[in-house]
């Protein structure tokens, strides 16, 4: 007989979310290296607790990315609804670089420690080109955004301007600004 998936407790909810918050500061702060006793403690609890929810260093970067990657594709419908279709994908382009400078390589650390054929990646990469997708054919139909592009190619250009700014955050937004003008269908 398969045992049966039961809620959390309100107190393991609690700890588990703490667990997430705290581990998401770790990993901003530290990279995906930082020390999960470090997390435990900080967020409270022993490194038992940490264990019982999270097995290893893995499975805990791994809820933190998807996590992350929910919300973030959650925005891209919020945007959709709150401005027109090519100011809508502008606006999550910004917010997805964001995301990628905080995150200091949190999503190559996943590919690295996961592989780019796990679960979680195929699960953030699928969310994530979706979200884009949500947003980037109602920019096309409405003329804003060039027919040719593609998910993956507005996925790659922000993670590519994510990478060129590492060393000069200050020239993101303006580099962003580039591949955005560029997306848009040039005059004949």
């Known amino acids: 007989m398969a045992a049966v998936d039961r809620p959390m407790r309100a107190d393991a909810r609690r700890n588990h979310d703490r667990l997430l918050q705290v581990a998401k500061e770790a990993f901003t702060e530290h990279g995906y290296r930082a020390s999960l006793d470090d997390i435990a403690r900080r967020a409270g609890v022993g490194s038992g607790t940490l264990y019982r929810h999270f097995p290893d260093r893995d499975a805990l970067l791994a809820t933190v990315y998807r996590e992350d990657v929910d919300a973030l594709a959650a925005r891209a419908d919020a945007l959709a609804e709150q401005y027109p279709p090519g100011e809508a994908l502008a606006a999550w382009m910004h917010e997805q670089l964001a995301y990628v400078r905080e995150m200091h390589g949190l999503g190559s650390a996943v590919k690295a420690m996961l592989g780019v054929d796990s679960e979680t990646f195929n699960f953030c990469k699928d969310t994530m080109r979706g979200a884009v997708q949500r947003l980037l054919e109602p920019a096309q139909r409405a003329g ?29 937004d303006r580099l962003l600004s580039f591949v955005i003008d560029g997306l848009r269908p040039q005059p004949d």
Request: charged fraction near 30%; glycine fraction near 6%.
């Open 144 to 172: 804003e955004i060039r027919p040719d592009v593609t998910p993956a190619d507005v996925m790659r250009l922000v993670h590519g301007v994510g990478t060129a700014v590492e060393k000069a955050p200050e020239e993101a």
